[in-house]
T-cell receptor, first 116, second 112 residues
Framework: GAVVSQHPSRVICKSGTSVKIECRSL??????MFWYRQFPKQSLMLMAT?????????EQGVEKDKFLINHASLTLSTLTVASAHPEDSSFYIC????????????FGPGTRLTVL | KQEVTQIPAALSVPEGENLVLNCSFT??????LQWFRQDPGKGLTSLLL?????REQTSGRLNASLDKSSGRSTLYIAASQPGDSATYLC???????????FGDGTTLTVKP
């Protein structure tokens, strides 16, 4: 149990386009979902935390108008990179936690975004 | 602010060797600790979770410990195999605030 999926796994787009990444908890209800970004040879950095039905909480330095997060249900959160630019190219990973598991986080497989 | 350091950054060992990966932290407040492995270009695979009230967890050839007084966690891998080659990350999660801090990882290479 506790499987998290992400779609797509890889996306290549032109500069200026918007890209949507989906994060789904397949076999549990995720009260909280997290979005991380990982640049090459660097560790993960938390971008934002979202609870179902409420606005996401963004970490300092992360533009909320650039990285739009929607946590519409207990099994789905989406990250939309608005008007993507080459510097947004990165590996984006989501995770989900359920209240019953002492906040243990379960991670998705990640999405590789390349902006040309 | 929590700071997490993993030393060494890279480690190469012959197959069959027992090894220890180190993770040090500065804030011992209420945190859960997770050890992950990450294969190149892949997401994270959770290995072990130590809740804030625990000191140790074991799964197969892996054993993780947490010592808040010294600000250290170790991941012990017994009888290493080439398939263990990956980057190992430790991460601390503030269960109250939903915050997390990841180490930079230790890249392990197990040579046949």
């Amino acid at each position: 149990g506790a499987v998290v999926s992400q779609h797509p796994s890889r996306v290549i787009c032109k500069s200026g386009t918007s890209v949507k990444i989906e994060c789904r908890s397949l076999d549990f209800q995720a009260t909280t979902m997290f979005w991380y970004r990982q640049f090459p040879k660097q560790s993960l950095m938390l971008m934002a935390t979202s609870n179902e039905g409420s606005k996401a909480t963004y970490e300092q330095g992360v533009e909320k108008d650039k990285f739009l997060i929607n946590h519409a249900s207990l099994t789905l959160s989406t990250l939309t990179v608005a008007s993507a630019h080459p510097e947004d190219s990165s590996f984006y990973i989501c995770s989900a936690s359920r209240a019953s598991s002492y906040n243990e986080q379960f991670f998705g497989p990640g999405t590789r975004l390349t902006v040309l | 602010k929590q700071e997490v350091t993993q030393i060494p950054a890279a480690l190469s060992v012959p197959e069959g060797e027992n090894l220890v990966l180190n993770c040090s932290f500065t804030d011992s407040a209420i945190y859960n600790l997770q050890w992950f492995r990450q294969d190149p270009g892949k997401g994270l695979t959770s290995l072990l979770l130590i809740q804030s009230s625990q000191r140790e967890q074991t799964s197969g050839r892996l054993n993780a410990s947490l010592d808040k007084s010294s600000g250290r966690s170790t991941l012990y891998i017994a009888a290493s195999q080439p398939g263990d080659s990956a980057t190992y990350l430790c991460a601390f999660f503030n269960t109250n605030a939903g915050k997390s801090t990841f180490g930079d990882g230790t890249t392990l290479t197990v040579k046949p």
